[in-house]
């Protein structure tokens, strides 16, 4: 079992910066892929950035040179870096992990979320 905590949200205006952290505790893969994904309301949740094993990583466009994932795997966190926010990154971000697979489809693993609020 993999238990998964965020921090880091709360309430920012536009073109400022959060850091939201992940800590994951339980039996974790050598091979995973970890992810951050984000559900406003009325929207389907939409995965944002992925980190897997080997360090690759892949983001949305939308948030594609504002947002950084990164990991320390000696302090078992995630972390994504949001700089340059707009009204429109506005919602709840979730933290999850799954088995390594190509593309990393797939996640078993979901923190509680952390809420991120961007006014203009």
């Known amino acids: 079992q993999v238990h998964m905590v965020e921090s880091g949200g709360g309430s920012v205006q536009a073109g400022g910066s959060l850091r939201l952290s992940c800590v994951v505790s339980?039996?974790?893969?050598?091979?995973?892929?970890m992810a951050w994904f984000r559900q406003a309301p009325g929207k389907e949740r939409d995965r944002v950035a992925v980190?897997?094993?080997?360090?690759?990583?892949k983001y949305a466009d939308s948030v594609e040179g504002r947002f950084t994932i990164a990991q320390d795997k000696a302090k078992n966190t995630l972390y994504l870096q949001m700089n340059s926010l707009k009204p429109e990154d506005t919602a709840m971000y979730y933290c999850?992990?799954?088995?390594?697979?190509?593309?990393?489809?797939?996640?078993?693993?979901w923190g509680q979320g952390t809420q991120v609020t961007v006014s203009s």
């Open positions: 999850a992990a799954g088995p390594f697979q190509r593309l990393c489809p797939a996640y078993d693993y």
């Open positions: 339980g039996n974790t893969d050598t091979k995973y892929c």
């Open positions: 980190i897997d094993s080997n360090g690759s990583t």
